[in-house]
């Protein structure tokens, strides 16, 4: 078991146009999988919030929001959903999620209960990172230190961490590390 997810895992993480069609017929004993997006605009200008991500593979498509309807507020954006942790250049994860509007040379849009979307603070590309660096982690017992670079073993870091926390951003990877794990608790 790993403690972060490995979204260069492309059967788990993958691509827009990898995901299945919403009226197709898919096993349900098929293993989970996480499309994810980074944010790239808000295109809301009706009741349903709507965002232009991009996918593991650059390519942009569009993922809308449904709100129960006893949730929604008449003449408000977005229906008055709270969209606010929803930021440009973070990444969206929406599980088993099924494309909609596939029509002939058209790859469709991903629509997703509101409460079923999580964010996590970092791009795709910094999630990418983070997995490279990991995986690093994991081949020795060695680790570079994110104050000084030099490898040390990992029981003795702690004045580097504390280096790494404040001068380093180390601060902004515990925010991605939290989501993630809250978002995939089986990689604890």
């Known amino acids: 078991m790993t403690s972060f997810p490995m979204f260069s895992d492309r059967m788990r993480f993958p691509a827009f146009a990898d995901c299945p069609v919403l009226d197709s017929t ?10 994810l997006g980074t944010i790239a605009e808000n295109m809301t200008v009706s009741a349903s919030p709507t965002f232009i991500l991009k996918d593991r593979d650059n390519v942009s498509f569009a993922l809308t929001l449904r709100i129960p309807p006893e949730e929604i507020k008449e003449n ?11 930021k440009k250049g973070f990444t969206v994860v929406v599980e088993g999620a099924r494309r909609s509007g596939v029509k002939e040379g058209k790859a469709g849009f991903v ?18 990172e983070m997995t490279d660096m990991h995986d690093e982690d994991l081949k020795g017992t060695l680790k570079s230190c ?8 990992k029981d003795d870091l702690l004045e580097c961490q504390t280096v790494g926390w404040k001068e380093k951003g180390h601060k902004k990877d515990c925010k991605v590390l939290k989501s993630c794990r809250d978002i995939f608790p089986e990689v604890q």
């Open 146 to 153: 994110q104050a000084c670079s030099t490898q040390k073993p």
């Open 76 to 86: 408000l954006p977005g229906g008055g959903l709270d969209v606010s942790g929803f």
């Open 26 to 35: 898919a096993d349900p004993a098929s293993a989970p999988y996480h499309l």
């Open 111 to 128: 629509v997703a209960p509101s409460g079923s979307v999580k964010i996590i603070p970092a791009s795709l590309q910094r999630l990418n």
